[in-house]
């Protein structure tokens, strides 16, 4: 077969059937989505309800459907990948080519796949858990999400034109550097990233902001929700590295766009300052993803074991204790890199550390279903799959913290294995149990049960088969980022075995997005807002909350309020009391943070390209809106109690 | 006791200043650690290493000299002023990131 | 905007000891949010930081600290930034006394200080540049200018930032919101200084320790 050259028009990259496919889609699917706008009459809706909303649960939404559309593209990645390593020698695939794929497939999966996912259930979730009506700063959750949707559209437009990104997620310099990837890949990468990156802060701040200053009257930091402490327990992580990240990225644009030597070869420059710097963020972000993950355990364990969470203190000390932890363990990426002994003694035994409360954590979770009365619906059986899945990972985990031993794994297919195994073993399996157990509670609908088990099954047998086999290869001495390999080598069959595995989860990947389909039009409808007989609050409001979430602000007095209520028979005094409504305050759409994403997209694509004038103003164009925000005085409304009392009877809640 | 948000606050007894005396104080501290600093390092008063960690200790005492003189560090509206564990924290992963960074980059002698 | 703040029905208080900025929640808010991105500034000035520290040695075939560094530009630009910081303080003693021009006049005062100082940066560094020492000489530059760069445009941010809040004022008065945006900026303001006072020991002063 021959090899996929990529070459240049202009700014368009041609030479290979894949991409002109790309292309041919691309152009599609935006004509498609123009038609049916139109047609259907839908573009003053769409503006009105989604792209001027500063209402969390539609941002949440947003967030979840880019999470999937990133998911499919991230994945088609990995299809390819695994179709070209299927067997030695295959070439359909020129190595160029290969290393756009498996760079762009890693940055797409963290930072536009499982990030997006996790804003999305806190979006959805916590101010509901926490009795609030919306986030601290409304308007900057807009902004985040927008900022967030720029940067995804930035770095996916390079693919077809200009040139993906093509030295790894992780982007190591000198490889990145101006003399070894010339073109505007790279800079697609770092600054597609850094515009994310400013959203992922802003959200931090957010939400830490709601969660110590918004809860409902009564409800102490010790009655929250465990979701709501895994956020916090995030959202200090996402404050505290990201800006590192920032940095890091900054520094290599800035080597880079101006010529300076921070990571260069020469003049002093220290590439592996870059490493460093992008582990300081790189290991707190993987805590990042998997901690809302716990948090989503915890509360489906719980929920559907019928029984209270097993050691409420040790699972938030664990939480908090993994969070600080975290961020004293980043050498452990780069034993091999020449730190010394020292520095590398000192990593591996904090890495092994912080085993322990991740440990912890799951003994409680199996605690709290011993002797529990366990109904099996999806979100649970997602969870039960983590565990085994999760804990194996966590072991070769230990194998690669010992710092020796690293030498042996390090960037091979053993190292694959493990990561992929945390992040879809843990991450993954997380996001798609909070998917099924917070469905109901945003649309209105349950997804099917059947058609879930089908994806379930697909995606949990798919995985090992694909992932386990690669640890084997690890051992045997194949590396990672291999765009093709020799025969001979013995590795073939276990490589074949892999690709069928993979194959096997984007099939559970199809039968997902089937069960969405199908449970929209035959999906059981939630009529209540509590089909799984939940425990906290969010479940003692309708399906889906009203726009204002909380009539009346409850007050809180126990830990999981709902289920307290609910064994005591007293769930109706969360109704209420048209006494008791007021006018409630709300923030006003706004267009700014869709404006906002667009001028930093401009500004992101000049300065890929080195037009900087254009890129400037751009930027002047952000600034403006800075300002316009500053000197807007009349950002909010009040809902009228007549329509609040409206509302609530509609609902059947008055 | 009253049960409101405020009463809760740092700021409960909170009287508005008549002259401004912590903000000239805090002036005069701050140009007092500085001029001390310059003096330290540019009168050639101590060796390299004493001098570098009497500047440092007189620029970390700076801080808190911002801090509470001017801005106003522990005031909260309702509750305890968790931004003062923020700040903690801050200045904890900050430390981290100098301190190890140094450390982990001079094997090889490529940082001092 | 109307300030609803929420008691708890029959527990009003009669006066308020609170100042202005606190007694609404949507302002109390916004401060306390402000601290959290302080955090993360923090963040990121420490991170540029170590890697200054880190490379402050790399001078390649360009000048160190020691043969570079002009003493009396940094000095003057250090206590006029002080300076400000204190100016800052009082408008934010006048904004709590309830006097808009008390509290514009201050402002004033601190953004024509903020805008001196970036301008003694500006000519400091256009001089070392005439020197040959440029940010592509080596590495120990690259670092420097950046570090000391990052801090220069958040003041030049902050000085725009100040004033539009001083036209917010004068169309305003002194209500919750414009409050909060003085004291707001102040954090800001003072916490670029405490930036300041590190460059000055960690890049200056120890570039000119013999």
């Known amino acids: 077969m021959p090899s996929s050259h990529l070459s240049h028009w202009g700014l368009l990259v041609t030479g290979d059937p894949l991409i002109y496919g790309a292309d041919a889609s691309i152009i599609l699917a935006s004509v498609g989505i123009v038609f049916v706008l139109t047609y259907f009459k839908k573009w003053k809706w769409l503006w009105k309800e989604w792209l001027t909303t500063v209402d969390h649960k539609r941002i949440g939404i947003m967030y979840l459907i880019a999470a999937v559309l990133m998911l499919f593209r991230a994945g088609t990645d990995a299809l390819l990948m695994r179709t070209q390593l299927a067997l030695p020698n295959e070439h359909f695939l020129g190595p160029s080519h290969y290393d756009q794929i498996f760079t762009t497939h890693g940055t797409v999966m963290i930072f536009f796949m499982a990030m997006p996912f996790i804003f999305a259930l806190m979006n959805i979730a916590v101010p509901l858990q926490i009795g609030a009506r919306d986030v601290a700063f409304p308007y900057l959750n807009a902004v985040s999400f927008w900022l967030f949707f720029f940067g995804a559209m930035l770095l996916n437009i390079s693919f077809v034109i200009g040139g993906s990104p093509a030295a790894g997620w992780t982007s190591y310099a000198p490889l990145a550097g101006l003399h070894f990837s010339p073109g505007p890949g790279e800079n697609f990468y770092l600054l597609a990233l850094q515009i994310t990156g400013i959203g992922s802060i802003a959200t931090g701040i957010n939400f830490l902001a709601t969660i110590f200053k918004m809860r409902a009257p009564g409800m102490t930091l010790m009655k929250m929700p465990l979701f709501t402490w895994s956020i916090v327990a995030t959202n200090i992580l996402i404050i505290f590295a990201f800006p590192a990240l920032a940095v890091a990225l900054a520094l290599l644009l800035i080597d880079r766009i101006a010529g300076a030597h921070f990571f260069t070869i020469h003049a002093g420059g220290l590439p592996m300052m870059y490493i460093n710097m992008f582990w300081i963020w790189g290991h707190p972000e993987v805590y990042i993803v998997i901690l809302p993950a716990f948090g989503v355990f915890s509360e489906v364990v719980a929920t559907f074991s019928r029984k209270t969470i097993f050691g409420y203190k040790a699972m938030v000390s664990s939480l908090l204790l993994i969070s600080v932890a975290s961020y004293f363990v980043w050498a452990h990426h780069f034993f091999t890199m020449g730190g010394g002994v020292s520095v590398n003694s000192f990593f591996a035994v904090a890495s092994m550390l912080i085993g322990i409360p991740t440990g912890v954590k799951v003994f409680n979770w199996m605690f709290t279903m011993y002797r529990g009365r366990i109904r099996m619906k999806m979100p649970m059986l997602w969870t039960i799959a983590f565990i085994p899945c999760f804990v194996l990972g966590g072991a070769t985990g230990m194998m690669l913290a010992v710092a020796p031993a690293d030498y042996q794994y390090h960037n091979s297919y053993f190292l694959v294995a493990h990561f992929h195994e945390m992040l879809i073993g843990g991450v993954v399996f997380g996001m798609f149990a909070a998917l099924y157990y917070w469905w109901p509670k945003m649309f209105g609908f349950l997804l099917d049960e059947k058609w879930g088990r089908w994806a379930f099954w697909l995606w949990n047998i798919g995985f090992y088969v694909c992932f386990e086999p690669q640890y084997a290869l690890g051992l045997m001495g194949m590396q990672r980022r291999m765009y093709t390999y020799p025969a001979g080598m013995g590795w073939t069959a276990l490589n074949f075995i892999s690709t069928i595995g993979a194959f096997l989860m984007g099939l559970g990947f199809i039968f997902m997005v089937w069960d969405i389909v199908y449970s929209i039009f035959k999906g059981e409808r939630d009529l209540t807002g509590d089909p799984w007989d939940g425990r906290t609050l969010e479940w003692s409001l309708p399906s889906p909350a009203p726009h204002y979430n909380f009539a009346v602000i409850p007050t809180i007095t126990d830990r999981d309020q709902w289920w307290t209520l609910k064994e005591q028979g007293r769930q109706d005094t969360l109704r209420p009391q048209t006494e008791d409504i007021k006018p409630i305050h709300m923030p006003k759409n706004s267009a700014k943070p869709f404006l906002i994403g667009i001028a930093f997209f401009t500004a992101g694509f000049g300065f890929v390209f080195g037009w900087y004038v254009f890129g400037a103003i751009a930027l002047f164009g952000v600034v403006v809106l800075l300002l316009a925000r500053s000197f807007e005085y009349h950002s909010d409304y009040h809902i009228p109690v007549d329509e609040v009392i409206h509302t609530e009877t509609a609902l059947g809640r008055l | 006791m009253l049960n409101t948000p405020e009463s809760k606050s740092s700021l409960a007894s909170h009287h508005t200043e008549r002259f401004p005396w912590k903000g000239i104080i805090g002036y005069i501290m701050s140009i007092i650690l500085t001029a001390f600093s310059m003096w330290i390092v540019l009168g050639h008063v101590a060796q390299y290493g004493t001098a570098l960690f009497i500047i440092l200790g007189l620029a970390v005492l700076q801080i808190f000299v911002q801090l509470f003189m001017f801005m106003h560090v522990t005031e909260s509206d309702d509750g305890p002023p968790w931004q003062v564990l923020g700040l903690l924290a801050g200045l904890l992963f900050v430390a981290t990131i100098v301190g190890m960074s140094m450390w982990i980059m001079t094997f090889n002698g490529q940082a001092s | ?210």
């Open chain 3, 1 to 210: 905007m109307a300030a609803i703040v929420e008691y708890a029905p029959g527990n009003v208080p009669e006066h308020d000891p609170r100042p202005l900025e606190y007694t609404n929640k949507d302002d109390s808010l916004k401060i306390f949010g402000f601290w959290i991105f302080l955090a993360t500034d923090m963040i990121l000035f420490g991170t540029l930081f170590a890697t200054f520290v880190v490379l402050r040695t790399h001078v390649a075939t360009g000048p160190s600290g020691q043969q570079l560094f002009d003493i009396q530009g940094f000095i003057e630009e250090t206590f006029i930034l002080l300076t400000s910081s204190f100016t800052g303080g009082m408008a934010t003693f006048f904004m709590r006394r309830g006097s808009v021009r008390g509290t514009v006049g201050w402002l004033l005062v601190t953004a024509v200080l903020g805008a001196s100082f970036v301008s003694l940066e500006i000519t400091e560094f256009l001089h070392y540049i005439a020197l040959g020492a440029t940010m592509q000489t080596s590495a120990f530059l690259s670092a420097f200018y950046t570090l000391v760069g990052t801090h220069g445009a958040h003041v030049s941010l902050g000085i725009v930032w100040m004033l539009a809040i001083v036209i917010q004022l004068l169309r305003y008065g002194i209500t919750a919101a414009t409050a909060r945006k003085v004291f707001v900026v102040n954090l800001y303001w003072h916490f670029l200084d405490v930036v300041w006072v590190f460059i000055f020991t960690v890049v200056y002063l120890t570039g000119v320790i013999k």
